[in-house]
């Protein structure tokens, strides 16, 4: 393959890493948007997610910083409050909080525009990067009797750009099925769990009394009572709480059902901050039916010169925050894989995507099914891992070791049978036999 010209198609955090990553293989990378980009820090048409809450992981911040070298300091620079993930934060789960103490796990929080913009910035100054925005792609060029992507056609007087390497970014919506069924190619296998959440955000202003100095809480919802939320920490001294609620629990849009919706949460926190803070803008919600993973890497054939990333490879459900350290840890991914050459790209890189996909999906999946109505497979494994977290997070509430056992899961730096090492579920059973 030649490493002449890469095409992104899509502009959102996963199409940006993958750009980046690709800038340092390729005489030049031309990414395709079918926005026009605002201004650091504005909210993009195409992304309307970025208006609800988004947290930097600390395995995505650590991808983040080798990418973009002093992009931290940037993004604390711009207001976006830094902080350590256990120690600076209310974990709310099985009835209590998580022990708290340092845990090395430092994480940003931050909006979404501010984040992809500092990052598209960046991204945009790199002198082999082209940028063509108000573009659609309609589908793939194709040669070799359909077995090597050329190149892609742009919607509206089909003009052809060609390529040596394609990858598809745009997401949760992504077209890559059909495009590749319309070149003679299979579809991937999907897997799909039903979850049916919708979420509601406002945003308040923060005062520094506000949780004693904390800049985080989260509350997961439980199977009986179905409602969770969170509330971060954001520049320009804000608050972005957004509450959660399964198969038809949703938080109102008007401020006084959004109170009290927050009522009905496991923990106070996040009610008794926003009963008392001064509400900034309008409510946004949004509805997320289903997560879904498409197996490219079970594909028994793959057209060369052709990838699929991100959020189009795999969108789990969005209140883990997990979709964009995801994605910058793929960004890893296929940088060794370009690294390790150009033979059989596309197999080695969808099983290295795979791996890590693995930690987020699992972690997603198995937490959902935990609520009874949510459809997806079950089995005797994940009840006994779900009952066996359970028995985790009581002990991390006096137990600040199982504590961030759990969290270097949570933040993808740490695989989840980590958590079950012999060491820690003798921790974990005593702990739950002195309470």
């Known amino acids: 393959m030649s490493r002449k010209l890469a095409i992104v198609i899509g502009g959102s955090m996963g199409g940006l890493v993958a750009a980046r990553v690709l800038s340092d293989h390729f005489e030049q990378v031309t990414l395709l948007d079918r926005d026009k980009f605002p201004e650091v820090g504005q909210q993009r048409r195409g992304v309307p997610q970025g208006v609800h809450t988004h947290g930097l992981l600390a395995s995505g911040r650590r991808v983040l910083e080798n990418l973009f070298p002093g992009i931290c300091t940037e993004l604390i620079g711009r207001g976006a409050p830094s902080g350590d993930l256990l120690a600076d934060s209310r974990w709310f789960c099985e009835g209590g909080c998580l022990s708290r103490r340092s845990s090395g796990l430092n994480g940003l929080l931050l909006s979404r525009p501010l984040l992809e913009g500092t990052v598209r910035r960046r991204l945009f100054a790199i002198s082999n990067i082209k940028v063509i925005e108000n573009s659609v792609v309609e589908g793939l060029a194709a040669a070799d009797n359909n077995r090597r992507v050329t190149g892609v056609r742009l919607q509206g007087g089909g003009e052809t750009i060609p390529a040596d390497l394609v990858v598809d970014a745009t997401g949760r919506g992504s077209h890559s099925p059909a495009w590749l069924e319309s070149i003679g190619s299979a579809k991937p296998e999907e897997e799909k769990v039903e979850v049916a959440i919708a979420y509601t955000t406002r945003l308040f202003r923060r005062r ?10 989260v509350i997961p ?22 509450l959660v609620g399964y198969f038809g629990n949703v938080a109102p849009n008007d401020l006084e059902g959004f109170i009290e919706f927050a009522k009905t949460l496991p923990a106070p926190y996040i009610h008794e901050v926003i009963s008392d803070a001064e509400p900034i803008g309008d409510a946004s ?6 997560s879904i ?23 789990f459900n969005p209140i883990y925050g997990q979709g964009m ?3 910058a840890q793929q960004a890893e991914a296929l940088q060794q894989c370009l690294k390790d050459g150009d033979e059989n790209l596309a197999p080695r890189f969808f099983k290295r995507a795979s791996k890590v996909v693995d ?14 109505e949510t459809v997806g497979p079950r089995n005797a494994g994940v009840s006994f891992i779900n009952w066996y ?28 049978p980590s958590i079950m090492h012999p060491r820690m579920a003798l921790r974990v059973l005593l702990a739950n036999l002195r309470s």
């Not at 520094?208 to 809480?217: E, I, K, Q």
């Not at 993973?293 to 057209?303: I, L």
Request: glycine share 8%.
């Open 325 to 327: 350290s995801a994605a």
């Open 285 to 290: 919600s949004a509805r997320f039916p289903y």
């Open 208 to 217: 520094a009394g506000h949780l004693n100095g904390d800049s985080a809480v």
């Open 359 to 372: 930690i987020p999906w699992s972690i997603a999946v198995g937490s959902d099914l935990r609520i009874p």
């Open 221 to 242: 919802p439980t199977p009986k009572g179905k409602h969770g939320g969170v509330m971060l920490a954001q520049e320009d001294n804000r608050w972005t709480a957004t």
């Open 293 to 315: 993973r498409r197996r490219y890497d079970k594909m028994r054939s793959f057209p060369e010169g052709y990838l699929v990333f991100g959020d189009a490879v795999c969108s």
């Open 389 to 416: 977290i359970a028995k985790l997070h009581k002990a991390a509430h006096r137990d600040p070791e199982a504590s961030v056992a759990f969290l270097k899961v949570a933040n993808l730096l740490a695989p989840p």
